[in-house]
């Protein structure tokens, strides 16, 4: 095992919002989690649209040596692009000034994020609800910037499917490219339906444009902090029923595969 590591810095890098406080907070949960395990010499969070900034981080740690761990879901444009580029990376380990940092992979890349979604689809659902009848539906943004976008919820939606869990379908759907989100009634004729966002936190896609997009929310509201979306299912549709969860990134069990990425980079990638 490489944890714990007293004499090295933890720094969870998140995309942030200007216009919702609710984007950072997942990562600040998880950074507070994790602090308190005392793995870690000091444990920080950076946005791409918060500060503390990506570029204005490094003078506040101390340690040398920095895991960097991306509170993303994808490995696509943010992590490939973005973020090696914001904090000056060029490969798994650079020199940064006097810090030797080490590039984990997205939260969202890992095996263990099939068990979460599973979890989470089942609690959402009330007791008696047959998942034989059941249709589990992972939401993404999906774009035309990065093809690996939606490579994260593909591999989620067959490691769910080969799981054994008993779901009548699983399938994966998008906000901005086929299949879409807002065609669920068609994708699938399944009575009952549960739709999971593969976001990180409950930010605009999935407090204000997945809502409208699935029908259950005629027009954006406010934050999901003040709101009972997520605590108003089911919503019924005729004779079907779905299920709205919130943001899988939310899961208290994230802090774990944080932890996890760190590990997967000192037997995996470092020399």
Known sequence: M???KPDSALLILGHGSTENP???QPSWDHAETIE???QFGSVHCAFWKEEPSFRQIWPMIEEKEVYVVPNFISEGYFTRQVLPRELGLDGHTTEVGSHTVHYCDPVG???????????RAREIIDEGVRLEETCLI???HGTNLNKKSTDAITAQVEAIRASGAPFAEVLDAYMEEAPFIADWQTLTDAPTVVVVPFFIADAL???QDIPVLLGIESEPTEAASQREVFRQNPYHFGDRVLYYSSAIGTDPSLSEVILDQVEYFDEHYRS
């Open 2 to 4: 490489s944890l714990p």
């Open 22 to 24: 609710d984007s950072s």
């Open 36 to 38: 308190k395990s005392e």
């Open 109 to 119: 890349i890992h095996s263990r994020m099939t068990d979460l979604l599973i979890k």
């Open 138 to 140: 992972i939401v993404g």
């Open 205 to 207: 896609h999935s407090y």
